[in-house]
């Protein structure tokens, strides 16, 4: 809505009480920086777009039961930069995937680093700040749409 | 332009420039840029005159630009020196922000950031935030600048034409005064053969300044300044004068561009409420605890 030079607000509040969930904008907060949980598993799919690239697999448990986990990546352009691609992963890949876990315990996390079923290793796009991040606790992430 | 922003320009010239961030071992890299590390030994070559045109990329790597803790030179880390000229009611507005990264960050599920959902990031906060790979393009009228970051373009006159007077009574060749803008109104002039600078006014104060949720209003001023080092090198200067929200002005960048090939495929980098949504469903609502319903 367009409006002349000057200070409203109201649209602000009516957006917060109607399209929070909608809005989720994720940011560091939610990522336990000091932990790193490494697991073998299947990818189930890999997302490869704006504002973050995600992956999800499906990993055994040590009683055989398959979790489910979603990781993210940086965006796509950030991604390029660190040499992956929209190929570089397909469904029934088997990967070694190192996330940084959220804080809620669900099968969530930001990626490391993931082994490819190649050989190769690729960090999650958020390069030299992320790997920081259980050192000193200072946020991660690059740009993106929403970010 | 302000003396408070001639003073301000005057003291810019004289610094030196440092990247935002220098690259780490093995850095990341666009396929195809050329950055200052591959060039190490190469002696500068002379500057064109008042031209800004071509592909630029941060200098020192692709992330030099990438500020997700706010302004590269005052990021929100807590730390004193990068404490900002707060009024009071700066201090206020930036206190009522819930940004999701810097020293203030929230879980996403409380964020009141405007940008999410693809709204837009207006200027200056596009260079703010995550400054990369940019075409600029001269015309007899303007300055075009395309940015990567979500596939934003902003025009800078050269036409000679005034900004609108002051926020509350602006005159820019309408009868009525003319709506704030996301991206403001731009002038800019040549200093002299290698220095160009820009001026804005007039945005919509829905905007955040940066990523870590510093404020404008609308009487936010923002000068930038583009200085062609030598040919293959601009540098670029970004000060935020905002008396409402600020005591005096400050520099929020200051990045070192390499020029690139004139063939260089900037990216795509679009922001899709379609996949926002598929990423906020599968991803983002579960990591910061909402379920889907």
């Avoid at chain 2, 200098?59 to 500020?67: K, R």
């Amino acid at each position: 809505m367009r409006h002349k030079f000057g200070t409203r607000y109201l649209w602000l509040f009516a957006l917060l009480l109607v399209a929070v969930p909608v809005l989720a904008h994720h940011g560091n907060a939610a990522f336990d920086p000091t932990k790193r949980v490494t697991m073998k598993g299947t990818v189930t799919e890999w997302f490869w777009a704006n504002p973050h690239c995600f992956l999800q697999f499906d990993v055994k448990d040590e009683s055989g039961n398959l979790v489910h986990w979603v990781a993210e990546t940086s965006n796509p352009p950030d991604m390029i930069n660190h040499g992956w691609s929209k190929s570089s992963l397909k469904v029934g890949d088997q990967v070694t995937v190192t996330v940084i876990p959220v804080k809620n315990g669900k099968p969530i996390g930001r990626i490391a680093a993931v082994v490819l079923p190649n050989g190769q290793t690729l960090d999650g796009g958020f390069g030299a700040i992320s790997d920081q991040a259980g050192r000193n606790g200072g946020s991660a992430g690059s740009g993106g749409g929403s970010k | 332009m302000t003396k408070r922003l001639a003073a301000s320009a005057v003291a810019l010239a004289a610094l030196s420039f440092l990247p935002v961030r220098t690259p780490a071992q093995d850095a990341p890299r666009q396929p195809g840029a050329v950055y200052d590390a591959d060039k190490k030994s190469e002696a500068p070559a002379p500057a064109p005159k008042r031209d800004l045109t071509g592909v630029w990329e941060p200098a020192a790597g692709p992330s030099a630009g990438v500020q997700a803790t706010g302004s590269g030179q005052y990021p929100s880390d807590g730390k004193p020196e990068h404490e900002l000229p707060f009024t009071p009611l700066g201090r206020e507005t930036f206190k009522a922000h819930k940004p999701t990264f810097g020293v203030t960050q929230v879980p996403s599920a409380l964020t009141n950031d405007p940008m999410p959902g693809c709204n837009p990031q207006g200027f200056p906060r596009v260079v703010l935030h995550n400054f990369r790979t940019s075409r600029i393009i001269q015309t007899p009228e303007n300055v075009v600048i395309l940015y990567e970051f979500n596939k934003k373009w902003r025009v800078i006159w050269t036409d000679g034409r005034q900004l609108p007077k002051d926020a509350t009574d602006p005159t820019w060749g309408a009868p009525d005064p003319p709506e704030s803008r996301w991206w403001g109104y731009s002038i800019g002039k040549w200093m002299d053969d290698y220095t160009f600078v820009a001026e804005s006014n007039g945005f919509d104060d829905r905007t955040w300044l940066d990523n870590a949720g510093r404020p404008h209003s609308d009487a936010l001023h923002v000068m930038e300044q583009y200085h062609r080092a030598d040919r293959d090198h601009l540098e670029m200067t970004i000060t935020i004068d905002d008396p409402k929200m600020y005591t005096k002005p400050w520099v929020a960048v200051k990045l070192r561009l390499r020029l690139q090939s004139p063939g260089f495929d900037i990216r795509e980098m679009e922001c899709a409420p379609i996949e926002t949504e598929e990423y906020n469903k599968q991803f983002a609502d579960p990591a910061a605890g909402i379920d889907a319903k």
